[in-house]
């Protein structure tokens, strides 16, 4: 049975089943520090003041938010958020981890304290990665009081491209965007020969491609690692572009639905 709803009824809430991804803003009526939580299936808002512990997992008779339904190895109750004192915490009580950040994973057992703003969550099975989205609504730009708490826990930073990088990159990327299981970035040949298919009229060719990309990994270097040759162990192999892929899904600079640039 799905987890009693604890709380005031009026500060938990069911998500519209066309509500979309928390990537996109929030009303400016949402009260800060509201959690919102979305899994394939549908989510849930929690007010910071509702006493609720919202639990997800893989069984949806059995939690608030489900996520990877299909999978045995996500457990049946993977984890829950609870708010303690003024912060949103992760508790993860399944098998598999949680990967909070590129660097960061969340490990059976563990906890951790969620950032203001977008954060999606994945938990890593062994074929495949199953996506859960977090929002904690942040204050308004006008609040005077925790100006210093809410540059602490700021959320993704969105890395500008032009069109062209971005293009390249969705191309690069694509098999993530598309969560396929153990998803690796596109050789230079597959990106060049895709968008010579997808854009006859211009030249591409394996070096262009591949010039952009560098580009953009050179300049994002001076605020993420891993990123440079310098920074990972050999062989370097993909690790480079698989860096820098993921930087760009954590930070929603790349979202599924650039997918359509490459007319998906």
């Known amino acids: 049975m799905t987890p009693p709803m604890s709380g005031s009824s009026s500060k938990v809430n069911l998500l519209p089943r066309d509500f979309g991804s928390l990537t996109r803003p929030l009303p400016a009526s949402v009260r800060p520090g509201t959690l919102f939580v979305l899994g394939v299936n549908g989510g849930m808002s929690v007010a910071p003041d509702a006493g609720f512990r919202l639990v997800f997992g893989r069984s ?37 981890p949680i990967r909070l950040s590129p660097s960061r994973l969340v490990l059976s057992g563990d906890l951790a304290d969620l950032p203001t703003g977008y954060t999606p969550l994945f938990i890593l099975g062994p074929r495949q990665e199953h996506l859960l989205e977090v929002r904690i609504a942040a204050p308004s730009p ?14 993704p930073q969105v890395w500008p491209l032009s069109p062209v990088e971005k293009l390249v990159l969705v191309c690069l990327g694509q098999r993530y965007l598309r969560n396929e299981p153990y998803p690796q970035p596109l050789t230079w040949a597959q990106v060049a020969a895709e968008l010579s298919e997808l854009r006859p009229q211009e030249r591409w060719g394996e070096r262009r491609a591949a010039h952009i990309v560098t580009n953009v990994r050179k ?16 062989p370097v192999g993909n690790t480079l572009n698989h860096n820098l892929i993921m930087e760009l ?16």
Request: proline letters at 6%; a negative charge.
């Open 219 to 234: 300049r994002l270097s001076r605020s993420v690692p891993g990123l440079l040759e310098e920074e990972v162990p050999p």
């Open 142 to 155: 006008s609040a005077s009081a925790g100006v210093e708490h809410e540059a602490a826990t700021r959320g």
């Open 249 to 264: 899904i954590v930070s929603t600079t790349l979202l599924k639905s650039d997918l359509g640039l490459l007319g998906e």
């Open 60 to 96: 949806e008779p059995d939690v608030h938010v489900c996520v990877g339904a299909e999978d045995p190895h996500v457990s049946r109750q993977h984890g829950h958020f609870v708010r303690e004192d003024t912060r949103w915490v992760l508790h993860n009580l399944g098998r598999l």
